[in-house]
């Protein structure tokens, strides 16, 4: 058994601890809480223990929440802690999980030094093999990531230029914009995500242009891949279809919006409507001989979460393919096509 | 002088119209419309002589709206209808302008065989020149054939790749959507756009896919150009900078969102915030080897207003530098950087 400390429990943090609950081989000690909002209580409400800065605890008391201890008592209980900080948190927090000789999984919001490697599950779950700090890249780069891999599959990719149009906020996020506005992220290319891509594929040739949409739902990935050779649309088809972590949605499903995959998530029972896999739309994959270009969209509060599970095994020696498919099957995540 | 009707009086009508308005060699002869809206009692309000289907006259007097004729009475009285009608309708139109032996200006809105050549001032003005039928097409069509044949100007273009980000609705429309979701437009590649510069640039090697974004602001395309050979930034810039039509928002300007650029064009007292150039974002502007990068914005309700009037212009056997250079200075449009 695993014991596993979650720090941060917003989007990524819930998500992540509900997903270790789930994992046979891993035991969630608590979770780190700084203010007592719903997900406070909610958390509480599903038997999950509640661990705080210690000059929250008053504040937690007074909203009926019970703290178990502090954010180092959780530690030290932990074989592993989970950094779902809010961005630059988390390398705040190192020298605490250091202090302690904790391992620790850091999100892709940190900066790639943090750990010792920038993880991608589909790319290099061997790097993260033994070791010590891991960092999960992103929910666009693990997009990237998973999606370029896949692909490599099919033939040797030589470049990759990609448009990311990314959501404004997140559905309960009530402060972010624009409401109106398409904003360029940043205008200077290439956005960091191609920067970001290339902490896992250090030499891959790849330009990223990113803008800023106001929607909460899913991000959506323009991308335009160059092989060194010819490939055939029905290799990349093929690839596409029997890789869980994506899944397609056909012409056949009429979906080709965010809001309907969305929907079809809903109506498929998925917790939170979160959609683990990177959603390829058939429609879109075009291939003219070594030119590629296919569109996605990116479940931006979910994506990351097998990835965060499959680094706590990587570090603990587990073999990728154990681990991928016990991730897989334990939280729903499938390949093929979504309907 | 070229007298000119405008059938039409939606979006691009009214600008059409009030563009024709201030040229020094043309009349407005009246606009159609169907409806007796708040564009209607504002057209009057400024003097415009509003024709209405027989059938629709009823409603305008009621609305206290007087109207001068008929549109047949109104494509009598021109040399030139610019056919402003919704997406389809224009076709209907045509056989009208067609008995009474009038030139006609269709939008891009209309099929590419509802005309003799589709038309792009700055790439084949010359087409133009004596036709009685020509089709100035679409907005984001307009942008990438500006853009695309100003580049030009750098060096053989030998591919584009552009993915264009839409906007969902103009600001006046409430019923259209998405509010909340990326849609691609269509998932298949390539989007028409691509098909719709074909009809301009025969040869050109252009791919584009499309995504409608919940905004009503302006349009945003991605640009990849390829090169038949090495260009250099600063070519690239100095072409942009010194082509009309196009201005250049500066990295100084912090101007990084389609909701700056509208706003400093209500700052600059631009009449309802149009922008009829194409707004480059200079920081967007990447180069290495033969590959150029770039962002730029579009202004969808009014970028197209100059190329309609060259148009009428055209018809008439008048040259490209001179029309399009009175269209600038009448219409205030501008090169250079914006602020």
């Given at each position: 058994?695993?014991?596993?400390?979650?720090?941060?429990?917003?989007?990524?943090?819930?998500?992540?601890?509900?997903?270790v609950?789930?994992?046979?081989?891993?035991?969630?000690?608590?979770?780190?809480?700084?203010?007592?909002?719903?997900?406070?209580?909610?958390?509480?409400?599903?038997?999950?223990?509640?661990?705080?800065?210690?000059?929250?605890?008053?504040?937690?008391?007074?909203?009926?929440?019970?703290?178990?201890?502090?954010?180092?008592?959780?530690?030290?209980?932990?074989?592993?802690?989970?950094?779902?900080?809010?961005?630059?948190?988390?390398?705040?927090?190192?020298?605490?999980?250091?202090?302690?000789?904790?391992?620790?999984?850091?999100?892709?919001?940190?900066?790639?030094?943090v750990?010792?490697?920038?993880f991608?599950?589909?790319?290099?779950?061997?790097?993260?093999?033994?070791?010590?700090?891991?960092?999960?890249?992103?929910?666009?780069?693990?997009?990237?990531?998973?999606?370029?891999?896949?692909?490599?599959?099919v033939?040797?990719?030589?470049?990759?230029?990609?448009?990311?149009?990314?959501?404004?906020?997140?559905?309960?996020?009530?402060?972010?914009?624009?409401?109106?506005?398409?904003v360029?992220?940043?205008?200077?290319?290439?956005?960091?995500?191609?920067?970001?891509?290339?902490?896992?594929?250090?030499?891959?040739?790849?330009?990223?242009?990113?803008?800023?949409?106001?929607?909460?739902?899913?991000?959506?990935?323009?991308?335009?891949?160059?092989?060194?050779?010819?490939?055939?649309?029905?290799?990349?088809?093929?690839?596409?279809?029997?890789?869980?972590?994506?899944?397609?949605?056909?012409?056949?499903?009429?979906?080709?919006?965010?809001?309907?995959?969305?929907?079809?998530a809903?109506?498929?029972?998925?917790?939170r409507?979160?959609?683990?896999?990177?959603?390829?739309?058939?429609?879109?994959?075009?291939?003219?001989?070594?030119?590629?270009?296919?569109?996605?969209a990116?479940?931006?509060?979910?994506?990351?979460?097998?990835?965060?599970?499959?680094?706590?095994?990587?570090?603990?020696?587990?073999?990728?393919?154990?681990?991928?498919?016990?991730t897989?099957?334990?939280?729903?995540?499938?390949?093929?096509?979504?309907?």
């Amino acid at each position: 058994m695993i014991r596993v400390a979650v720090n941060g429990y917003g989007t990524i943090g819930k998500r992540v601890a509900e997903a270790v609950m789930l994992q046979p081989d891993m035991q969630l000690i608590g979770v780190g809480k700084t203010s007592p909002n719903a997900e406070a209580i909610v958390a509480q409400r599903k038997g999950i223990r509640i661990f705080a800065p210690e000059d929250s605890v008053k504040k937690f008391e007074e909203s009926g929440i019970r703290v178990e201890g502090s954010i180092q008592d959780m530690v030290k209980l932990a074989d592993v802690v989970v950094d779902a900080t809010p961005n630059g948190v988390g390398a705040e927090y190192k020298p605490l999980y250091e202090s302690q000789g904790k391992r620790a999984v850091f999100q892709g919001g940190e900066k790639p030094n943090v750990a010792e490697v920038s993880f991608s599950s589909l790319c290099n779950y061997d790097e993260g093999i033994g070791r010590k700090y891991i960092r999960v890249v992103s929910c666009n780069t693990t997009a990237l990531l998973r999606t370029i891999c896949t692909l490599s599959k099919v033939g040797k990719v030589e470049k990759v230029r990609a448009t990311i149009i990314r959501r404004a906020a997140d559905p309960k996020e009530i402060k972010r914009g624009p409401i109106n506005s398409l904003v360029l992220d940043p205008a200077s290319v290439p956005s960091h995500h191609a920067k970001d891509v290339n902490t896992v594929l250090k030499d891959l040739n790849i330009i990223t242009t990113a803008v800023i949409a106001p929607t909460t739902l899913m991000h959506v990935h323009s991308l335009n891949v160059t092989f060194k050779e010819k490939v055939s649309k029905e290799d990349v088809i093929n690839v596409l279809l029997n890789t869980p972590r994506l899944v397609m949605v056909s012409s056949k499903s009429k979906v080709s919006s965010t809001a309907e995959v969305i929907e079809t998530a809903r109506d498929l029972g998925r917790a939170r409507n979160d959609i683990k896999e990177v959603v390829v739309f058939e429609d879109s994959v075009y291939v003219n001989g070594n030119e590629l270009i296919l569109t996605y969209a990116v479940h931006q509060e979910s994506i990351v979460v097998p990835e965060n599970v499959d680094a706590i095994r990587a570090m603990h020696g587990i073999p990728a393919e154990e681990s991928i498919s016990t991730t897989n099957k334990t939280l729903g995540i499938i390949g093929g096509y979504l309907i």
